[in-house]
Nanobody, 122 residues
Framework: VQLQASGGGLAQAGGSLRLSCEAS????????MGWFRQAPGKEREFVAS???????TEYADSVKGRFTISRDNGRNTYLQMNTLKPEDTAVYYC?????????????????WGQGTQVTVSS
């Protein structure tokens, strides 16, 4: 599966951005989807995941209540990011895996997009 992430950019603290991830195939019923991020000098970390058919979701504690992951019944997965903080600044990656339910471990994903930069200014 090839993945294309988009929607990153510059936002002010407290603002919002919506990331999109388009897959090369219809993933709604056959892939778990996830978002990860990597800030400069830091390890890649889990952000959010959504299971097949949207049946489950999981979030990192740092984004709970601010970010929402969703997917359509075709090829697209989204990450709505509200109340952004400067510490949300990172390159955001979407990923696809063969699992059924939402999953936070990067080892559960075998396809990765190229990343989109999110920068939040204070």
């Amino acid at each position: 599966v090839q993945l294309q992430a988009s929607g990153g950019g510059l936002a002010q603290a407290g603002g919002s951005l919506r990331l999109s991830c388009e897959a090369s195939i219809r993933t709604f019923s056959i892939r778990v989807m996830g978002w990860f991020r990597q800030a400069p000098g830091k390890e890649r970390e889990f952000v959010a995941s959504i299971g097949r058919r949207g049946g489950s979701t999981e979030y990192a504690d740092s984004v709970k209540g601010r970010f929402t992951i969703s997917r359509d019944n075709g090829r697209n997965t989204y990450l709505q990011m509200n109340t952004l903080k400067p510490e949300d600044t990172a390159v955001y990656y979407c990923a696809a895996g063969h699992g059924s339910t939402a999953w936070s471990g990067p080892g559960g994903y075998d396809s990765w997009g190229q990343g989109t930069q999110v920068t939040v200014s204070s």
